[in-house]
């Protein structure tokens, strides 16, 4: 019998008619790579966030085989100034805890210092970020959770820490200025008494885990059950979890298709804790549940009305045999969103799904690929048959329960299928992104979509002031930076994108529009505040200015984010809350990062100015510190390695401060013929570019350095009243020098205090003489400090300071040490020696210190191995601090004074162990030692 094949058969004579075989293989484009796995496991688990960014900014996600996380973080490249994205560290740490168990969910905490990992099994490990982004610990471990199919975790959320931040409701123009909204908001319980980390999760068998640490860091549970219903309905899919004033609010969705909706208290006993009782033997706080329970049954066709909008608004979905499948559950929290404390009401967000390869020819199978249905939750009075009016009530003061409903809104229909919802922008934008890399924003109060701009005069989020993503690869997976201009897409492969935000800053089709443009600005500003308000990286912001904004521009920024914060930038008067003041290091770290053009280069005035203020900043804080604990009788201050920094960052200041008289001096002879000519002496004053200049006529700066000399002389007479005997011999030896060094400065203290109160006088007469109060001071004052300009208010404060404050100094200082002095090291100069010194050597951002090459030839020829350090990723400035303290007494200094994890700039650290890592790719300056 011959084969059919052989026959040639015709395979549309096999199915009766022709042309029937059409495979649907020019219906549109393929599918994203991926979707179909994606949109499975969304359906079966609604706790998979694969990739996350924390509010520090470190980046972590699952690889593709499932098995390993990797992180990553944003970093300045010191080579040249460009923002990217930097090597994956993997965290072996999280393999070994979950012995090659796939891994399914990450999510970092409020503050973004602590990640929970789960895998499929439910067991969940706890990882902090230490003192660097990619040095990160395990905190706990998966042996305290059992291995089994049903404790799967459908649901997470970590317990807000008990804070008040700072939050902005929008910017809106008057009077052809922006104003800004500043307002406190207050945080959202429950707390952990002991202000520990704790978080919250469902499991797919309906039980509630409250996952807590005691005051001794040890972890705690206390499990409970959701709910008591039946088996069937007892196996939960999605879970979402939202903290309220009202208590913790929390849907899920089980595999019988039904929402339901509780209300949970989490009390705890003792609801106070103070940590200074630690050391008594007291009972920890312990929690305890109590449950209020809303339940919503849903039909088995969640599309029970036809109602919508968008492309597929018109067509009939199905009642009965629903193919739509719920993807993602959210509850929306009813944040404080205004500065008069409204609250908006929370409300629940399901998105349903079609089958990727639904076929069209079937009625039931029509429909828009991805539908997100909504409802808002309300608060209403029961209400009861009349017949219980003819019931005389047991009290008399009874009153009616107010019971939950939620009340259906207008679902929204989406030609696209949904890959992920997050609320971005502080809240105030809810991102849905697409399988295409589309990401649409929308209000989360109206749910209008966020187009462009609409209102010139106000200003709520990036979205709304017209910044968008523009499409790029496709991803299965994205996570949005803190401030949500930037986000990390993850493809099949486990691929990690980098996307930023755009705007046309104004430009369109040839033309400009300054209102768009100023509306940008605003926009920028507003995000940079919110950030610097709740203490979160604003790295990504300052990627889209550099990226975007042009020098002109970015001076523009800076001067908004100033009026926004907002930041005195006039220091004549009250200086003593210059130390505590918490933005004014944000502002000054924004505007010498935006001048930074690489390591080799140059910064411009602009930048350097503010650069030199923080690192007089983190000198002052220190010496500040010392002096503090010092004089507490409890030597605390005492411990060798502060007195360590404290002789780095002494010698560092002094070095400083014979720099900025060198160029005084220097400056003054150069101008010793124009001082009988304003017209001559202003014309030459606009082309000095000198640091020294504009630090000693700005008020801000001038002011840290008036701190400075005060502890130094601190510093000098606590030491006289200090028994040397009773110090250890490491920490004399070091005390000894700090003394030294200070009595054998080529310029005393006082000297210099008195110059510094000349200058302090020159400018008060300036500003006299011109007629400036205090109300007109902050205008020349930002034009020095932003713009590094001389105001023409302040040229004259120049005059005298050259003419006369610097020529009666002479004869109390040893100019010719001053003049000899070795300044290469400080960074500031203009010289072939500080270029020389910058190409060749790093000095500790931390302790002032100068450290040995990162390569090293040893005795017998051989290259010895590179000493890790850590590299600020914002400034590229190292430290030689590549672990945690060993001192107690360090380590407390260093965490008070946010040094742990953070530079003196603001900007976090990463650990760097290889050479090329070290210089920013081919900058390799250690080759020469």
Same mark, same amino acid.
């Given at each position: 019998?011959?084969?059919?094949?052989?026959?040639?058969?015709?395979?549309?004579?096999?199915?009766?008619?022709?042309?029937?075989?059409?495979?649907?293989?020019?219906?549109?484009?393929?599918?994203?790579?991926?979707?179909?796995?994606?949109?499975?496991?969304?359906?079966?688990?609604?706790?998979?966030?694969?990739?996350?960014?924390?509010?520090?900014?470190?980046?972590?996600?699952?690889?593709?085989?499932?098995?390993?996380?990797?992180?990553?973080?944003?970093?300045?490249?010191?080579?040249?100034?460009?923002?990217?994205?930097?090597?994956?560290?993997?965290?072996?740490?999280?393999?070994?805890?979950?012995?090659?168990?796939?891994?399914?969910?990450?999510?970092?905490?409020?503050?973004?210092?602590?990640?929970? #990992?789960?895998?499929?099994?439910?067991?969940?490990?706890?990882?902090?970020?230490?003192?660097?982004?990619?040095?990160?610990?395990?905190?706990?471990?998966?042996?305290?959770?059992?291995?089994?199919?049903?404790?799967?975790?459908?649901?997470?959320?970590?317990?807000?820490?008990?804070?008040?931040?700072?939050?902005?409701?929008?910017?809106?123009?008057?009077?052809?200025?922006?104003?800004?909204?500043?307002?406190?908001?207050?945080?959202?319980?429950?707390?952990?008494?002991?202000?520990?980390?704790?978080?919250?999760?469902?499991?797919?068998?309906?039980?509630?885990?409250?996952?807590?640490?005691?005051?001794?860091?040890?972890?705690?549970?206390?499990?409970?059950?959701?709910?008591?219903?039946?088996?069937?309905?007892?196996?939960?899919?999605?879970?979402?979890?939202?903290?309220?004033?009202?208590?913790?609010?929390?849907?899920?969705?089980?595999?019988?298709?039904?929402?339901?909706?509780?209300?949970?208290?989490?009390?705890?006993?003792?609801?106070?804790?103070?940590?200074?009782?630690?050391?008594?033997?007291?009972? %920890?706080?312990?929690?305890?549940?109590?449950?209020?329970?809303?339940?919503?049954?849903?039909?088995?066709?969640?599309?029970?009305?036809?109602?919508?909008?968008?492309?597929?608004?018109?067509?009939?979905?199905? +009642?009965?045999?629903?193919?739509?499948?719920?993807?993602?559950?959210?509850?929306?929290?009813?944040?404080?969103?205004?500065?008069?404390?409204?609250?908006?009401?929370?409300?629940?967000?399901?998105?349903?799904?079609?089958?990727?390869?639904?076929?069209?020819?079937?009625?039931?199978?029509?429909?828009?690929?991805?539908?997100?249905?909504?409802?808002?939750?309300?608060?209403?009075?029961?209400?009861?048959?009349?017949?219980?009016?003819?019931?005389?009530?047991?009290?008399?003061?009874?009153?009616?329960?107010?019971?939950?409903?939620?009340?259906?809104?207008?679902?929204?229909?989406?030609?696209?299928?949904?890959?992920?919802?997050?609320?971005?922008?502080?809240?105030?934008?809810?991102?849905?992104?697409?399988?295409?890399?589309?990401?649409?924003?929308?209000?989360?109060?109206?749910?209008?979509?966020?187009?462009?701009?609409?209102?010139?005069?106000?200003?709520?989020?990036?979205?709304?002031?017209?910044?968008?993503?523009?499409?790029?690869?496709?991803?299965?997976?994205?996570?949005?930076?803190?401030?949500?201009?930037?986000?990390?897409?993850?493809?099949?492969?486990?691929?990690?994108?980098?996307?930023?935000?755009?705007?046309?800053?104004?430009?369109?089709?040839?033309?400009?529009?300054?209102?768009?443009?100023?509306?940008?600005?605003?926009?920028?500003?507003?995000?940079?505040?919110?950030?610097?308000?709740?203490?979160?990286?604003?790295?990504?912001?300052?990627?889209?200015?550099?990226?975007?904004?042009?020098?002109?521009?970015?001076?523009?920024?800076?001067?908004?984010?100033?009026?926004?914060?907002?930041?005195?930038?006039?220091?004549?008067?009250?200086?003593?809350?210059?130390?505590?003041?918490?933005?004014?290091?944000?502002?000054?770290?924004?505007?010498?990062?935006?001048?930074?053009?690489?390591?080799?280069?140059?910064?411009?005035?602009?930048?350097?100015?503010?650069?030199?203020?923080?690192?007089?900043?983190?000198?002052?804080?220190?010496?500040?510190?010392? %002096?503090?604990?010092?004089?507490?009788?409890?030597?605390?201050?005492?411990?060798?390695?502060?007195?360590?920094?404290?002789?780095?960052?002494?010698?560092?200041?002094?070095?400083?401060?014979?720099?900025?008289?060198?160029?005084?001096?220097?400056?003054?002879?150069? %101008?010793?013929?124009?001082?009988?000519?304003?017209?001559?002496?202003?014309?030459?004053?606009?082309?000095?570019?000198?640091?020294?200049?504009?630090?000693?006529?700005?008020?801000?700066?001038?002011?840290?350095?008036?701190?400075?000399?005060?502890?130094?002389?601190?510093?000098?007479?606590?030491?006289?009243?200090?028994?040397?005997?009773?110090?250890?011999?490491?920490?004399?030896?070091?005390?000894?020098?700090?003394?030294?060094?200070?009595?054998?400065?080529?310029?005393?203290?006082?000297?210099?205090?008195?110059?510094?109160?000349?200058?302090?006088?020159?400018?008060?007469?300036?500003?006299?003489?011109?007629? +400036?109060?205090?109300?007109?001071?902050?205008?020349?004052?930002?034009?020095?400090?932003?713009?590094?300009?001389?105001?023409?208010?302040?040229?004259?404060?120049?005059?005298?300071?050259?003419?006369?404050? #610097?020529?009666?100094?002479?004869?109390?200082?040893?100019?010719?040490?001053?003049?000899?002095?070795?300044?290469?090291?400080?960074?500031?100069?203009?010289?072939?020696?500080?270029?020389?010194?910058?190409?060749?050597?790093?000095?500790?951002?931390?302790?002032?210190?100068?450290?040995?090459?990162?390569?090293?030839?040893?005795?017998?020829?051989?290259? #010895?191995?590179?000493?890790?350090?850590?590299?600020?990723?914002?400034?590229?400035?190292?430290?030689?601090?590549?672990?945690?303290?060993?001192?107690?007494?360090?380590?407390?200094?260093?965490?008070?004074?946010?040094?742990?994890?953070?530079?003196?700039?603001?900007?976090?650290?990463?650990?760097?162990?290889?050479?090329?890592?070290?210089?920013?790719?081919?900058?390799?300056?250690?080759?020469?030692?």
């Amino acid at each position: 019998m011959p084969l059919i094949m052989e026959e040639g058969l015709n395979v549309d004579d096999l199915f009766g008619e022709s042309g029937s075989l059409e495979l649907g293989l020019t219906a549109g484009p393929p599918p994203t790579k991926g979707l179909a796995q994606c949109q499975d496991e969304m359906r079966l688990l609604g706790c998979r966030q694969k990739i996350a960014w924390s509010r520090l900014g470190c980046i972590a996600y699952i690889s593709a085989d499932g098995l390993r996380v990797n992180v990553c973080h944003l970093k300045c490249r010191p080579s040249d100034g460009k923002w990217v994205l930097s090597e994956d560290t993997p965290l072996t740490a999280v393999t070994e805890a979950h012995g090659g168990t796939s891994l399914v969910h990450l999510s970092w905490n409020e503050t973004g210092s602590e990640m929970a #990992v789960v895998d499929c099994l439910g067991r969940i490990s706890i990882y902090s970020v230490s003192i660097a982004l990619n040095s990160i610990t395990a905190v706990r471990q998966t042996h305290f959770d059992s291995s089994d199919d049903s404790n799967q975790i459908v649901g997470m959320m970590w317990l807000n820490t008990q804070r008040m931040v700072h939050a902005f409701h929008q910017a809106a123009k008057v009077n052809g200025r922006w104003a800004y909204s500043p307002f406190r908001r207050r945080p959202i319980g429950p707390f952990h008494p002991a202000n520990k980390n704790a978080l919250i999760c469902v499991t797919r068998a309906g039980q509630i885990r409250l996952i807590f640490q005691n005051p001794d860091s040890k972890w705690a549970e206390l499990p409970a059950e959701l709910k008591s219903t039946g088996y069937s309905d007892r196996l939960l899919t999605h879970a979402s979890i939202v903290a309220t004033q009202a208590g913790i609010l929390i849907t899920t969705y089980s595999v019988c298709q039904k929402i339901c909706l509780y209300r949970v208290q989490i009390s705890w006993n003792p609801p106070q804790w103070d940590n200074a009782q630690a050391k008594q033997p007291i009972q %920890f706080p312990i929690p305890s549940f109590a449950f209020q329970h809303c339940k919503i049954d849903m039909p088995s066709s969640i599309f029970n009305v036809n109602q919508g909008s968008g492309e597929h608004a018109d067509h009939p979905l199905p +009642f009965h045999n629903s193919i739509y499948s719920l993807t993602w559950l959210e509850i929306m929290p009813g944040q404080i969103d205004s500065p008069t404390g409204s609250t908006a009401s929370p409300w629940i967000l399901a998105v349903f799904a079609k089958p990727l390869h639904a076929t069209p020819e079937y009625p039931d199978q029509q429909g828009p690929p991805s539908v997100i249905v909504r409802w808002q939750l309300e608060t209403a009075s029961q209400v009861f048959h009349p017949k219980f009016d003819e019931v005389a009530p047991k009290k008399s003061n009874a009153q009616v329960k107010s019971k939950m409903e939620l009340r259906r809104l207008d679902d929204i229909h989406c030609d696209k299928y949904i890959v992920s919802v997050d609320i971005v922008e502080h809240g105030t934008a809810l991102a849905v992104t697409h399988d295409d890399s589309s990401i649409a924003f929308y209000d989360t109060r109206t749910m209008a979509v966020f187009n462009g701009l609409h209102d010139a005069s106000t200003v709520t989020c990036l979205a709304q002031a017209g910044f968008q993503f523009p499409m790029d690869s496709a991803g299965i997976s994205i996570a949005f930076s803190p401030n949500s201009c930037a986000a990390i897409a993850l493809d099949s492969e486990g691929q990690t994108h980098l996307r930023t935000m755009e705007h046309p800053f104004g430009s369109n089709d040839g033309l400009y529009d300054d209102s768009k443009f100023s509306c940008a600005i605003a926009a920028l500003t507003l995000a940079f505040s919110r950030g610097c308000g709740a203490e979160v990286n604003t790295d990504d912001i300052l990627m889209v200015a550099l990226r975007q904004l042009t020098p002109e521009a970015q001076s523009t920024f800076s001067g908004e984010v100033y009026r926004a914060l907002p930041v005195n930038v006039n220091w004549t008067v009250e200086t003593e809350k210059l130390m505590a003041h918490p933005y004014i290091p944000r502002c000054l770290s924004l505007q010498a990062a935006l001048g930074f053009k690489g390591k080799l280069k140059r910064r411009s005035l602009s930048s350097a100015v503010p650069w030199a203020i923080l690192q007089l900043r983190h000198a002052a804080v220190l010496i500040a510190y010392f %002096f503090q604990h010092g004089n507490k009788g409890q030597g605390e201050a005492h411990d060798p390695e502060i007195l360590r920094v404290l002789l780095g960052n002494i010698k560092w200041v002094l070095d400083f401060i014979q720099f900025i008289l060198s160029e005084a001096f220097d400056l003054a002879d150069e %101008f010793d013929t124009l001082f009988t000519d304003q017209e001559a002496f202003t014309q030459k004053l606009k082309t000095v570019n000198s640091v020294p200049l504009l630090i000693l006529i700005s008020s801000m700066s001038r002011a840290f350095l008036r701190f400075v000399c005060r502890g130094l002389r601190g510093v000098h007479s606590g030491f006289t009243q200090t028994n040397p005997a009773t110090l250890p011999s490491v920490s004399r030896a070091y005390y000894t020098e700090i003394c030294q060094i200070l009595e054998s400065s080529p310029v005393r203290i006082d000297v210099y205090e008195k110059f510094l109160a000349g200058v302090d006088s020159a400018v008060k007469h300036a500003y006299q003489g011109s007629g +400036f109060g205090d109300a007109e001071r902050p205008g020349p004052e930002k034009e020095l400090l932003i713009n590094a300009r001389i105001p023409p208010v302040l040229v004259t404060a120049v005059a005298t300071l050259l003419r006369q404050t #610097v020529p009666s100094m002479k004869a109390e200082i040893n100019r010719k040490d001053i003049l000899l002095g070795d300044y290469s090291w400080l960074g500031f100069g203009t010289d072939a020696r500080t270029a020389m010194y910058r190409r060749h050597r790093d000095v500790d951002i931390l302790k002032k210190v100068p450290l040995r090459p990162p390569l090293a030839v040893g005795r017998n020829g051989r290259v #010895v191995q590179p000493q890790k350090r850590r590299r600020c990723v914002r400034c590229g400035e190292v430290s030689g601090d590549a672990a945690l303290p060993k001192s107690l007494t360090y380590f407390k200094m260093v965490a008070k004074l946010n040094m742990l994890r953070c530079c003196p700039c603001g900007g976090m650290w990463m650990l760097e162990s290889e050479p090329g890592e070290r210089d920013g790719n081919n900058l390799s300056h250690g080759q020469h030692a």
